[in-house]
């Protein structure tokens, strides 16, 4: 089924550590607020493997950041996102309660 402009999604964007702070200010330029940055422990992807004791915080460790936003908003940004990442981004249908 397809997704309705006004439906509530759950972007997340799969990137590293190191590159986390630029993303997040390229996101508020978007216009996206609300967003929560979950940080792996290990990870391994098309950048390699990033695997280390989460005591050492010098390591370019594998984060999330998560976008509950609406699929219009999604759709229109969508080119600006892209470009914003070589990682992945994922899009889920998601339900909000009140």
Request: glycine share 8%; aromatic share 8%; proline share 3%.
């Amino acid at each position: 089924m397809p997704y309705r402009e006004d439906e509530t999604v759950l972007l997340r964007i799969f990137t590293r550590e190191s590159r986390v702070e630029k993303k997040l200010e390229k996101l508020i330029d978007l216009g996206f607020e609300g967003f929560t940055v979950l940080r792996g422990i290990a990870g391994y992807g098309t950048d390699g493997v990033a695997a280390a004791d989460i005591t050492i915080e010098s390591l370019d460790l594998p984060v999330v950041i998560e976008i509950f936003t609406t699929y219009g908003k999604f759709r229109e940004k969508k080119d600006q996102l892209r470009s914003l990442t070589r990682g992945l981004i994922t899009l889920e249908r998601a339900t909000l309660d009140p």
